[in-house]
């Protein structure tokens, strides 16, 4: 009797047994893309401008005994060597540089003799992460209005992509810096020391450069209009 408990039991995990022995381990790569908003999205096919930042995770599962070997290799389209590997389970990166990238995980589990391999023949089959990153763009206008109209209130980049350096300066007509900042996304409200500047000439000095190697040197005159309004606008002023 003890003997037949002893050959059940061995009977009910056995099944149970064969199922881990089996157990091989996989991949399931994922990118997730977080812009300069902080906005964040999930994709295998990206586009998007410099900074852009991506957190990539291999998603490994069955790995049980395995030891595992990760590699991510970041490539350009159309070149064969990657500019960049990381050896890690879960990486992040930032993109500064415009053109098309290719990510893919080689990832390698060995226990003994037995090796499972993810390496160019399973991206070659799915296909890799792909992220695209635009050209550069910079303009900046040449008027604004800080009427407390919430409309033109501040001067900053009229249009701007792909930048991955940035610095602008606020000039009075006699050459006195009155502001500056670093940040494409932000401006000048038309004040200095917290007190408002009278209306009329200034001018901006902007440097910036490009994730595609672009350098901009933007010298202007800006033209301040604290009596404008919405109503008289014109298109041409900014």
């Known amino acids: 009797m003890k003997i037949n408990k002893i050959f059940l039991l061995w009977m009910a995990l056995l099944p149970f047994s064969t199922a881990i022995a089996d157990e091989i381990p996989t991949i399931n790569p994922t990118a997730v893309f977080i812009n300069s908003d902080g906005n964040e999205e999930e994709s295998t096919n990206f586009s998007g401008s410099a900074p852009l930042r991506g957190v990539f995770r291999a998603n490994a599962s069955g790995i049980g005994a395995y030891s595992a070997n990760y590699e991510w290799r970041f490539t350009m389209e159309g070149d064969e060597s990657p500019y960049l590997i990381r050896y890690e389970e879960d990486t992040e990166f930032t993109f500064t540089k415009a053109g098309s990238h290719r990510i893919e995980l080689y990832a390698t589990f060995v226990l003994g003799k037995d090796t499972v391999s993810f390496t160019k023949d399973y991206w070659e089959e799915i296909g890799p992460i792909r992220v695209t990153i635009s050209e550069s763009r910079l303009e900046m206008p040449n008027a604004f209005s800080p009427n407390g109209d919430d409309i033109n209130d501040v001067y900053k980049a009229k249009t701007y992509q792909s930048l991955v350096e940035f610095h602008a300066t606020i000039f009075n007509r006699w050459g006195q810096k009155l502001f500056e900042w670093d940040d494409p996304a932000k401006g000048w409200d038309g004040k200095h020391n917290g007190q408002d500047v009278k209306q009329g000439v200034y001018f901006v000095l902007v440097k910036a450069k490009g994730a595609d190697g672009r ?19 014109s298109e041409n002023n900014y």
């Not at 350098?215 to 606008?233: A, H, P, Q, S």
């Open 215 to 233: 350098v901009y040197n933007i010298r202007k005159d800006v033209n301040l209009l604290r009596g404008y309004t919405e109503t008289g606008r």
